[in-house]
């Protein structure tokens, strides 16, 4: 009997086990989708800021701005030819192409913007009017859908769906948006146009010492504070080693407008948790 007894407890004491493993395995694949949720939407908005600034750097060192194709000719898996222009690739974490919506005042490469005095592009960004639009770049975010069409809603409200050129499915809003407004892209313009533009066909970028290693248009992690870009390259910059804590997204376009003094030189620097070009 007292074997007996003895082995019925061991069975409960397994069953219990069980239990907490099952338990355990459960929260573990739920957070892992969560996380994998947050890296890819993270990801999708790191892509839509690299294509601001690469149609920024675009716009102060032309003048203008790359045509968008009809919206109405949207192509999920294919992106506006602009994008490749400007030297991304126009995709988001998802595998999504990027919509890029651009005013038509800024598409005429016979007019600086610096002329400009207000554009007609215009969005509700929750529910407060922003005139003055140069560009809008959107992501469909997780969902895969492109929620924004002249909105931004707060994330996460139900029952929305304004772009009808992908597919209409209202659902809740996860949309992610961002655009430049003609002042902020004239700050940055109108002052780098006073003089004559580079003419460099490359560029060096020196790194602080306290940015620890980069990565060249998505290659291998790399260290040292000499990188050389060619027109189509980017650079992400990052604080730790081993590419850890991102401090910084650059297209050479971007970092050609801080070249004031038009030796092709640049360099970046870290401050706080930013990195931040400079001139050089």
């Known amino acids: 009997?007292?074997?007996?007894?003895?082995?019925?407890?061991?069975?409960?004491?397994?069953?219990i086990?069980?239990?907490?493993?099952?338990?355990?395995?459960?929260?573990?694949?739920?957070l892992i989708g969560t996380l994998t949720k947050r890296t890819k939407y993270t990801e999708s908005k790191e892509a839509v800021k690299r294509a601001v600034e690469a149609f920024k750097g675009y716009g102060?060192?032309?003048?203008?701005?790359?045509?968008?194709?009809?919206?109405d000719?949207?192509?999920?898996?294919s992106p506006d030819p602009s994008f490749n222009q400007v030297g991304v690739n126009g995709f988001d974490a998802q595998g999504k192409a990027l919509l890029y919506i651009v005013s038509s005042e800024l598409?005429?490469?016979s007019t600086d913007l610096c002329s400009l005095n207000s554009t007609s592009l215009s969005i509700t960004d929750?529910?407060?009017?922003?005139?003055?639009?140069?560009?809008?770049?959107?992501?469909?975010?997780?969902n895969f859908n492109i929620q924004t069409n002249t909105a931004i809603y707060p994330q996460g409200q139900n029952n929305v769906d304004d772009f009808p050129y992908d597919f209409t499915r209202p659902e809740e809003y996860d949309d992610i948006v961002e655009y430049v407004s003609l002042f902020e892209l004239q700050q940055?313009?109108?002052?780098?146009?006073?003089?004559?533009?580079?003419?460099?066909?490359?560029?060096?970028?020196?790194?602080?010492?306290?940015?620890?290693?980069?990565?060249?248009?998505g290659g291998t992690c790399s260290s040292g504070n000499l990188v050389v870009?060619?027109?189509?390259?980017?650079?992400?910059?990052?604080?730790?080693?081993?590419?850890?804590?991102?401090?910084?997204?650059?297209?050479?376009?971007?970092?050609?407008?801080?070249?004031?003094?038009k030796n092709c030189k640049i360099r970046i620097l870290k401050q706080g948790n930013s990195c931040v070009p400079n001139d050089y």
């Open 1 to 15: 009997m007292k074997t007996s007894k003895n082995f019925a407890f061991t069975l409960v004491e397994f069953a």
């Open 17 to 30: 086990i069980l239990v907490v493993i099952g338990l355990l395995i459960g929260l573990g694949a739920t």
């Open 60 to 71: 102060i060192r032309f003048g203008y701005l790359p045509p968008a194709r009809p919206i």
């Open 73 to 77: 000719n949207y192509n999920p898996s």
């Open 107 to 109: 598409t005429n490469n």
């Open 126 to 142: 929750k529910g407060q009017p922003k005139n003055n639009i140069t560009f809008i770049i959107i992501s469909g975010g997780l």
């Open 188 to 217: 940055q313009r109108c002052s780098y146009a006073t003089s004559s533009p580079s003419l460099c066909t490359s560029l060096e970028v020196y790194l602080d010492n306290n940015i620890n290693s980069y990565r060249k248009s």
């Open 229 to 261: 870009l060619n027109q189509i390259d980017y650079l992400e910059t990052y604080i730790g080693n081993n590419c850890n804590n991102l401090c910084g997204n650059f297209t050479y376009s971007n970092l050609l407008s801080y070249d004031a003094n």
